[in-house]
């Protein structure tokens, strides 16, 4: 038994240890390390890849690439640019006599879209076809459309007809279920389609607007006004073991999703018949490496020089890969085992220190990227409210003023994330047309002594109500009830205590707040917001009266309503970015400024990290993937990785011995004992 | 025991129709629909959209009595949201899922497979580990070993699970670079290189119960008469413990583990979660995390239903395992 026990652990230990031996930390088949493919990860599934519905950065790193538009962002310029994409040229808006305007786009020749099965609906070969306008026009009415429920629908309604076109669809399927079991492309043929979407000829797209809105055109740059081929639409439908659209894209994109198992993996390949790859078709703008690149960029090793002019794409793959928690996917990304990364809270100073990347990070060749996101995030006012609102007039400015002046949103920023952040003067964040970096918002600079006088004008001094003798008390309103979330309130309340204030925290699950704020029943909240294009339009509008929440459920939930600032809305949003939009902009801010119905906070900063094998991998900012202009070195990727990753076993010796060594005398004393 | 089982299946199906009502009044009558509207279409979406998707997924009926129809007409009852709710479950039509519409059916299928790719090995080798270090342990018992064993166990009993994954990833993941620190995939050979590390944490994070749990039982057995009586007659240490001890004393621990099987379809929760399996355990994870609750209704359900599955083939494996046992 002695021997046979001595033995047994002899063996084990040996077995052990042989298979640890060819061990290895690589999760990637051996076979792909010298391919040129992109190795990233996904935190959350993407709900949809229909490009009609698709709102989320998940499943935008699809779409994005899956999907091209008529119109694109310039990868480097910024302010952001918009350039021809299928579109031979960004048009111009025609003025009509009625008032509306229209826009023509001509569409390039020769786009394919991806070879899908589903054209055997059309083509009977099965294979693919040319995209014409009638594609577009195709995605058009399925933004319309009520039951594709796209959430940006509201943002079309200037597009003539569209309105109409979906109601009669509505009631043309309510009346006749005959109707309402057609495929859709038959449908809106018979509904007669939208009186505003015109399809000149086969490359000829022609938009009618009811009123000129040149924020339009932004539209045409994001995967909701892809051209959709019907047949995909008509083919993927769930049915006989069908997948549907959702799960199915058929773009014209530079890649082509090749493996989509939303739980665990997705994968992108280069789409061979991309129009930009295509022998013998002239350079495109969305096809070919800018020229004009930035001195810094390159010093900053974001973009290669030697790219310019190059045809797009680099990288023959993308392989996403889905982590759902942080740790992992960021120690795998340390490994060298994902190509970029983000930072996490945990390991934020040993990464980055002194605003730039640790020396150990650097020694790696890692870079750090960061973009300030087209947001903002701001406490608000309830301006319908008698004591911080205007009703309260010259009391609740000054009110609103001097619990501005108290707010160190710096402060907040180091504290709660980690310093990423640019501190916000005005609504408009950077890279937007009207950000003035000098501008410093007199009442956005920390000043309780000024703070303190206000209040005591706006006849609450020391924060006593005059008419209570205690103190003011405000109620700041939150949906969200984590603990971390309260500290972060908590944070604001000590502010205004500096100043004699009571502000109590109301936190509510989501639908409460929305019912309060339903109600008009709140006076301070905090909220954020993400541009979904870049210009100022996008930020001023949730200051404009006619979309108070008070009034029309909109997204102005401070209720702020001014109407020397509407009309000057109202004459900025339809000009384009020159002297005269500057200087609407100046006195719209002028007068946020006084009027206090935010308190601005900051702009969110992005912080991305790549690996030295990552090339050009300057990000864009907006929810827009850029993955066409990127490429790696898969050699110093593999010599690197080989490096980082060189197993470790020496521990696996010493515990094997230690288990011998504390058995073997245990085996001896037991039967010397027994003897 | 042909009687004893019909009456437990019986029983059984009583708790499921109790569970399922529980059920109902959590994710139905608690549960405001509009919550799980804005979940899934986002919350920048118009209220007509809330509305549409209400309409589509069925959450616009009533809870019980649907007004609309007359008295006398049967759909007063059964087009609400109990009814369906009941009917749904009762004929395993799960629907589709709240967050992204696909069918709950398939992600089920699909997601058994990663599952017990992981269960069943931790499973196995969980229980050899375990049996083996707890025979070893009552072997030496009362010695340092003994002790020593003990107090390990019930260091790994203390500590959190979370740190197991954690600790585990770091240490055999990132530094000693045994394996790799997350993921999946279905080839076998890279599966075993995914699989080894949360098979490993997961041993280690579940030894401590188990090992503690059948050494009570084995040193227990090993004091009985048949065992004095064996070691009388000239039997061996080695053939005592693997032939008599071991036969004997699984009889208890088959209760252990039989109620485990049925569970192995469910997954492991945080295991799969932290280490990228796309399997039922992470699947949970997020339905929970995403407020899909068609999907987490589903998952309860069936944990309901393997839970009862579970207590009927522990009695019957009784029933077999030891002729005095009988199942009336």
Request: proline share 6%; net charge neutral.
């Amino acid at each position: 038994m002695k021997l046979a026990l001595v033995r047994l652990t002899s063996i084990k230990a040996i077995a052990v240890a042989l298979a640890l031996a060819g061990c290895s930390n690589n999760p990637y088949p051996a076979g792909d390390r010298a391919r040129k493919i992109l190795y990233s990860s996904f935190s959350e599934a993407p709900k949809t890849l229909d490009p009609a519905v698709a709102y989320t950065t998940a499943s935008h790193i699809v779409t994005g690439n899956v999907y091209d538009t008529l119109l694109e962002y310039h990868f480097l310029k910024r302010p952001y640019e918009l350039m021809p994409a299928l579109a031979e040229s960004v048009p111009s808006a025609v003025p009509h006599p009625d008032g509306g305007v229209s826009y023509l786009f001509k569409i390039r020749d020769g786009i394919l879209f991806h070879a899908d099965p589903c054209f055997q609906l059309s083509q009977g070969d099965g294979r693919s076809r040319k995209v014409t306008a009638a594609d577009f026009a195709f995605e058009l009415a399925r933004l319309a459309d009520p039951t594709v429920n796209s959430p940006l629908a509201g943002s079309f309604a200037q597009v003539q007809g569209f309105a109409p076109f979906a109601e009669r669809l509505a009631a043309m399927r309510q009346a006749d279920p005959t109707f309402a079991a057609l495929p859709a492309h038959e449908q809106y043929q018979r509904a007669g389609g939208i009186a505003g979407v015109i399809v000149r000829n086969e490359r000829e797209l022609e938009i009618v607007l009811s009123e000129a809105k040149p924020q339009m055109l932004y539209f045409f740059a994001m995967p909701f006004t892809t051209p959709v081929p019907w047949e995909a639409v008509a083919y993927y439908n769930g049915q006989r073991g069908r997948e549907h659209f959702a799960d199915h894209p058929v773009g014209t994109g530079p890649y082509r999703l090749a493996v989509y198992e939303k739980q665990y993996r997705m994968q992108l390949e280069r789409n061979e018949t991309w129009y930009g790859s295509q022998a013998g078709m002239p350079a495109a703008p969305g096809a070919t490496f800018p020229r004009e690149i930035d001195q810094q960029d390159i010093v900053s090793k974001q973009v290669d020089g030697d790219y310019a002019g190059r045809r797009l794409p680099f990288l023959d793959r993308i392989n996403f890969v889905r982590e759902r928690e942080d740790i992992p996917r960021f120690n795998k990304f340390l490994q060298g085992y994902y190509d970029e990364g983000h930072i996490i809270k945990e390991s934020f100073d040993a990464v980055v220190q002194n605003d730039a990347l640790s020396p150990q990070m650097a020694a790696r060749g890692m870079r750090l990227d960061k973009t300030v996101e087209p947001s903002i995030f701001y406490i608000g006012f309830n301006m319908d409210d008698p004591v911080v609102g205007t009703a309260a007039g010259e009391r609740g400015r000054k009110l609103r003023q001097a619990m501005s002046l108290v707010i160190d949103a710096k402060a907040y920023l180091e504290l709660f994330l980690n310093g990423r952040g640019v501190l916000a003067q005005t609504p408009l964040p950077p890279g937007i047309f009207g950000y003035d970096q000098t501008y410093k918002n007199p009442f956005r600079q920390l000043d309780l002594a000024r703070a303190q006088k206000l209040l005591a004008e706006a006849g609450y001094r020391n924060g006593l109500d005059a008419r209570t003798g205690a103190p003011l008390k405000l109620s700041f309103d939150t949906p969200n009830t984590t603990a971390q979330a309260l500290l972060q309130y908590q944070f604001y309340v000590s502010a205004w205590r500096q100043l004699g204030l009571d502000v109590e925290i109301n936190a509510s699950t989501y639908n409460q707040f929305q019912a309060k704020v339903r109600r008009g029943a709140y006076q301070l909240f905090t909220w954020g917001w993400i541009a979904d294009f870049p210009d100022p339009e996008n930020f001023f509008f949730l200051l404009e009266c006619g979309n108070a929440q008070s009034k029309s459920g909109g997204p102005n939930t401070a209720n702020f309503c001014n109407g020397a600032f509407d009309r000057l809305y109202h004459e900025m949003k339809s000009l384009p970015n020159d002297v005269r939009r500057q200087g609407l902009i100046k006195s719209m801010l002028a007068l946020t400024e006084q009027e206090r119905p935010w308190i601005e906070l900051f702009h969110n900063e992005e912080y991305a990290l790549s690996h030295a094998w990552v090339i050009n991998s300057k990000p864009m900012g907006l929810s827009y993937p850029t993955y066409k202009y990127m490429d790696v070195d898969p050699e110093l990727r593999s010599r690197l990785q080989s490096e980082w990753n060189v197993p470790v076993r020496w521990p696996l010796y010493l515990a094997l011995l230690a288990i011998v060594a504390v058995t073997i005398p245990a085996v001896r004393t037991f039967y010397r004992e027994r003897q | 025991m042909a009687a004893y089982l019909i009456r437990r299946t019986i029983y059984g199906l009583f708790t499921v129709l109790g569970v399922l009502l529980l059920l109902f009044v959590l994710f139905f009558a608690v549960t405001d629909p509009d919550d799980i509207a804005r979940k899934a279409v986002g919350e920048r979406a118009r209220p007509e959209v809330y509305a549409l998707w209400k309409k589509n997924h069925g959450y616009d009926r009533p809870l019980l009595l649907n007004r609309a129809y007359a008295a006398a007409d049967s759909r007063r009852y059964s087009d609400t949201l109990l009814f369906d709710h009941y009917r749904r479950m009762l004929t395993f039509d799960f629907g589709n899922s709240d967050a992204d519409d696909s069918a709950i059916a398939r992600r089920l299928k699909e997601g058994m497979g990663p599952s017990l790719s992981l269960t069943v090995p931790l499973f196995a080798l969980g229980l050899v580990v375990s049996v083996l270090l707890a025979l070893f342990v009552a072997f030496f018992r009362e010695t340092y070993i003994d002790r020593a064993v003990l107090v390990l166990c019930m260091l790994t009993m203390s500590i959190a699970s979370l740190l197991y994954i954690i600790g585990g990833q770091y240490l055999i993941g990132m530094l000693l670079k045994w394996f790799p620190i997350s993921g999946f995939a279905f080839d076998p050979y890279l599966a075993g290189r995914f699989l080894a590390l949360p098979v490993l944490v997961g041993v280690v994070a579940g030894i401590g119960a188990d090992v503690r749990l059948y050494r009570t039982i084995f040193v227990e057995e090993s004091n009985r008469d048949y065992v004095r009586t064996a070691r009388a007659k000239g039997c061996g240490e080695a053939r005592v413990m693997l032939a008599h001890v071991l036969r004997n004393a699984l009889i208890p621990i088959l209760s252990n583990i039989v109620i485990t099987i049925p569970f192995l379809f469910t997954g492991a929760l945080l295991l799969e979660s932290f280490f990228g399996i796309p399997g039922l355990g992470s699947l949970t994870v997020e339905a929970i995390q995403g407020n899909d609750f068609s999907t987490l209704r589903t998952m309860v359900y069936l944990g309901a239903l393997l839970f009862i599955a579970g207590q009927i083939l522990t009695d019957v494996s009784y029933a077999l395992a030891d002729p005095r046992v009988r199942l009336t």
